[in-house]
T-cell receptor, first 115, second 112 residues
Framework: GDSVTQMEGPVTLSEEAFLTINCTYTATGYPSLFWYVQYPGEGLQLLLKATKADDKGSNKGFEATYRKETTSFHLEKGSVQVSDSAVYFCALSFTGGTSYGKLTFGQGTILTVHP | DGGITQSPKYLFRKEGQNVTLSCEQNLNHDAMYWYRQDPGQGLRLIYYSQIVNDFQKGDIAEGYSVSREKKESFPLTVTSAQKNPTAFYLC???????????FGDGTRLSIL
C-alpha cells in the first residue's frame, strides 16, 4: 500500500539556522504531495503542496520540490524562527479512483527552534 | 469565516460508554474525514464520506461509527468496543481529487 516516511525527530535548531526535513513516499501512480503543520493543541494547516513531478511548492519561506526519480518531497527553509516550532507532516493523496482524496501521512517531525 | 468546527475540545469517557464527537463544516465540501492522532504515529484514517448518506471505513474503523445525514455534519461515535480510545481526533473536509483538506482544531478524548 501507499506509505510516507519522514526523518526521525525531534529536530532542534537555533534561530536563523537552515532547516531540512526529509520525506520519501511509496505509491502506485503519481500522487499529489503535501506538507501540513500542526501547532500545539491545534489541528493541521496546509503549508504547501505540489501536484506533479518537478513542481515546487512554497509558502512562508518554506519550499519543497516533487522529485519523482527519488520519490521525495523534502521540506526546506533557509532561516527558521522561533515561531516555526511545530510538528510537520508530509502526506500524499490521489486525484481519482476509489481513494477520493484520502490522505496518507508520515509520522510527523517535531521541530523546536531556540532563540 | 468558512471553516470546520469540532466540539467538544476535551471529552472524557467512562468504561462501557459511547461518546459522540461533533464535526460541522461550512465550506460546502462534499468529502469529510475522521482521523485519529497518537503520539509518534502520525494520523490514521478512521472513516470518510464522499457524499451525504454514504461513508466508507478507513484503516482503523473498528470500534467507531459515523453518520452523514447532512452535507455539513459528520459526527463520530466512539463505542465501548473501542478498547483504547484515548487519542486526539481530527475532522477534515475537502473537495477530493487530490486537493488539500481543511482540518478542525480537534477533540482530545480521555478515559475516566
Amino acid at each position: 500500500g501507499d506509505s510516507v516516511t519522514q526523518m526521525e525527530g525531534p529536530v532542534t535548531l537555533s534561530e536563523e539556522a537552515f532547516l531540512t526535513i526529509n520525506c520519501t513516499y511509496t505509491a502506485t501512480g503519481y500522487p499529489s504531495l503535501f506538507w501540513y503543520v500542526q501547532y500545539p493543541g491545534e489541528g493541521l494547516q496546509l503549508l504547501l503542496k505540489a501536484t506533479k513531478a518537478d513542481d515546487k511548492g512554497s509558502n512562508k519561506g518554506f519550499e519543497a520540490t516533487y522529485r519523482k526519480e527519488t520519490t521525495s518531497f523534502h521540506l526546506e527553509k533557509g532561516s527558521v524562527q522561533v515561531s516555526d516550532s511545530a510538528v510537520y507532516f508530509c502526506a500524499l493523496s490521489f486525484t481519482g479512483g476509489t481513494s477520493y482524496g484520502k490522505l496518507t501521512f508520515g509520522q510527523g517531525t517535531i521541530l523546536t527552534v531556540h532563540p | 469565516d468558512g471553516g470546520i468546527t469540532q466540539s467538544p475540545k476535551y471529552l472524557f469517557r467512562k468504561e462501557g460508554q459511547n461518546v459522540t464527537l461533533s464535526c460541522e463544516q461550512n465550506l460546502n465540501h462534499d468529502a469529510m474525514y475522521w482521523y485519529r492522532q497518537d503520539p509518534g504515529q502520525g494520523l490514521r484514517l478512521i472513516y470518510y464520506s464522499q457524499i451525504v448518506n454514504d461513508f466508507q471505513k478507513g484503516d482503523i474503523a473498528e470500534g467507531y461509527s459515523v453518520s452523514r445525514e447532512k452535507k455539513e455534519s459528520f459526527p463520530l461515535t466512539v463505542t465501548s468496543a473501542q478498547k483504547n480510545p484515548t487519542a486526539f481526533y481530527l475532522c477534515a473536509s475537502g473537495e477530493g481529487g487530490g486537493r488539500p483538506q481543511h482540518f478542525g482544531d480537534g477533540t482530545r478524548l480521555s478515559i475516566l
